[in-house]
């Protein structure tokens, strides 16, 4: 393992300091989920892996024979769904993303990490142990890996498709699963009792494929950007704990359009004095600008690193504490 630089001393210590006191909203990419995989394996449609934006777009373009001309460049996923929503249809592109998530992906080392802190924050008798996490990831490694460590969490999804188009679903930890009609007087989502996933981008629903959805052509996210509103999908109460809590970016490139999409409406709302940090590598001059510009301080550590570094300080924390 890379040793994670000692200059990073105190971004550890304000980011342990901010968990305990349950501070801290857990922001997950496609990165969070795929980082773990074996780095001389490519993807497949059958790989205990998700695939990767670019290899998405690979498979759908092969899958759906979309027409590549000379001097083309290489396809974005957004592009390819677009052709394959258009000559197959929407609902074909749905059943064949089902096909590549409805499965145990594997879980990594940041998924244990964040299901296993309630658990932990309690046996030290912090008083906040339940975390809040927003995922532009469709697959279900994040809530599953809750279920696993036996702590009771509750799922909300962007809802693409259909009547209930712009709103939100929520998935309580019984199973119940209701539609947010009414965003200002909903009062069934709570921290102080259960942790909390949100998927702004939509999600894969192992249990009925009625209900997945998939934010993945452009014209999604045009749509997504002017239908949902993150301050009035949440409780009062829950809006600003969101928006006065610290923000860590894990498995996010400045590429990532999701990325993108998210800070544009995060930016608008979030106060000063809150911290936000981006954990990428490598990070070049143009990556370090953007995210400065978004005010993101970036740390420039491999992902697996980082966690190891983090759970074993969060291990000196407790022995300390």
Known sequence: MTPVDDRLSTHFVALVQGIVSGGVAWFLGAG??????????????????????????????????????EGDAQPDVFRVAAYT???????????????????????????????????????????????????????????????EAGEPVDVVWYVADGPNRGKFIHRIYQGEVRTIDDNFRYRDLDLDRRSLVIKPHGSVDRFDARRDSYVVTLDDYIEYLTRADVSVLLPLNLVEKLYESAFLFLGYGMRDANLLVMLHRIARERRLGTRSWAVQWPVNTVDRLLWRERDVDVIQAELGDYIQELEARLNAQGASA
């Open 85 to 147: 929503s258009i000559v197959a249809g929407r609902g074909v592109l749905y059943h064949h993303l089902r096909r590549l998530l409805d499965r145990d992906l594997e879980l990594t080392g940041v998924h244990r990490l964040i299901a296993e802190l309630p658990a932990r924050l309690r046996d030290r008798d912090h008083p906040m142990p339940h975390q809040l996490v927003i995922t532009t990831n469709w697959d279900d490694c994040m809530e599953r890996a809750f279920r």
């Open 32 to 69: 969070a989920s795929a980082y773990a995989r074996p780095r001389s394996a490519p993807w497949t449609p059958e790989s205990s892996f998700p695939p990767l934006a670019g290899e998405l777009a690979a498979h759908l373009a092969r899958r759906f024979e979309y027409p590549v001309e």
